[in-house]
């Protein structure tokens, strides 16, 4: 239709047409005449074109749970959050947590739990080490750490006993071919000599290391893996190793050892 000395370019201002998959026409007057013309306009970014309309996603949302409009009469599923998550302004984002022991609680065996109970961890004994659960993060993630000590149902407990009957991991020979293990096996808190273990076929306890060694020799002398030098004994104790294989000058690390000498820490 013409007015004065132009022609419309489309029928109804804000009619909409799809251009692409992507970009839009809009009618309307964009310009000094009197006449209605067409403006080409692009969608957001993960957004395609329908009917003339740009319908949202997920991705263009930048949504990663629940159920939202599309833009297009429709509605789009963006995904459901985890046990530990809620969903928040389509976001999944991490719960509350709660340790019923009050944290690092070390002599109280405690459960702790985020997202409103679905996910729990109790804490629990691996030989004398406690895994300990607790909150961390602003108190919504699940976190843990290994602790020393005298571990029994989840907790650390006081020794009932006062005096080592071996060192840890010590070994010694109970014959010719048997050995025993130094542990705490009763769990009272001290170390005592294990039941007798037979050595291997083909192999012999050596008195100098407490150790099973191979009856085969190269030059009359018997096999050994050792390198001499001073090493750590336990996570407790340095000594020195000699090549084959026996500790001497074994003593005591106040603050524990680690990477064969005494930590300063």
Request: with cysteine.
């Amino acid at each position: 239709m013409s007015i004065g000395q132009c022609t419309n370019e489309c029928n109804k201002k804000g009619d909409k047409e799809c251009v692409s998959d992507n970009v839009f026409k809009i009618c309307g007057n964009y310009d000094s005449d009197s006449c209605l013309e067409y403006q080409t306009l692009s969608c957001l970014s993960g957004e395609f074109c329908k009917n003339g309309n740009c319908c949202r996603t997920c991705s263009s949302l930048d949504y990663n749970c629940d159920k939202w409009d599309d833009n297009c009469g429709g509605k789009l599923f963006c995904g459901k959050c985890g046990y530990d998550e809620t969903c928040k302004n389509g976001k999944c984002i991490l719960t509350s947590c709660k340790d019923s022991d009050g944290g690092k609680n070390y002599y109280v065996k405690g459960n702790t739990c985020s997202g409103s109970g679905y996910i729990c961890q109790e804490d629990w004994c691996k030989d004398k080490t406690l895994i300990e659960f607790y909150c961390g993060n602003k108190n919504t993630a699940i976190l843990s750490e290994e602790h020393y000590c005298l571990c029994k149902d989840g907790a650390c407990i006081n020794k009932t006993c006062t005096t080592d009957e071996c060192l840890y991991p010590s070994t010694k020979c109970y014959s010719n071919n048997s050995y025993q293990k130094c542990a705490d096996y009763n769990n009272d808190g001290c170390y005592e000599w294990s039941e007798v273990y037979n050595c291997p076929p083909e192999q012999k306890c050596d008195e100098k290391i407490g150790k099973c060694i191979s009856l085969i020799s190269v030059g009359g002398t018997p096999l050994n893996q050792c390198t001499a030098g001073y090493k750590c004994y336990n996570t407790k104790y340095i000594g020195y190793q000699d090549a084959n294989c026996k500790w001497n000058n074994i003593r005591y690390c106040a603050k524990g050892c680690s990477n064969n000498k005494c930590n300063s820490f």
